[in-house]
């Protein structure tokens, strides 16, 4: 169940993270643009413009793509040319219990896939490495 305590982003709607979404400490990973990891590497679709919206798991296009299993992003970014042009690395961190909600959103390429909802000041860009 969704902790309320938690102070989101202005931009997220009614009813988002989903009440299924649980703060969870996780190791993930997360694709990143460059060499060096920064702020922008952890937008949300939304934040970036982009449309995402899925009606079997609402409010994705607000939280983080991530993955529990490093082979298996790894295996997915390199087999989709699309991502390899616009990503040059995979980053890990956790998601640490006070920075936000997880949920199991898996699909066909990511049976690991995992949404991950920031809270407002959530800062994931100090404490995710380049793997």
């Known amino acids: 169940m969704s902790e309320k305590k938690y102070d989101y982003p202005k931009f997220f709607p009614d009813g988002c993270p989903p009440e299924d979404a649980e703060p969870m400490e996780l190791k993930v990973y997360r694709l990143v643009k460059e060499d060096k990891i920064s702020k922008d590497d952890f937008k949300s679709f939304f934040e970036e413009g982009r449309d995402a919206r899925n009606p079997k798991l609402p409010y994705v296009e607000y939280g983080l793509s991530v993955n529990t299993k490093y082979e298996e992003i790894k295996k997915y970014w390199r087999g989709n040319p699309a991502l390899k042009k616009k990503f040059r690395n995979v980053a ?36 995710f490495l380049i793997e």
């Open 92 to 127: 890990s961190g956790l998601t640490y219990k006070y920075t936000g909600v997880v949920k199991p959103t898996p699909s066909k390429a990511q049976r690991n896939h995992y949404t991950w909802w920031l809270c407002k000041d959530a800062s994931p860009e100090n404490y």
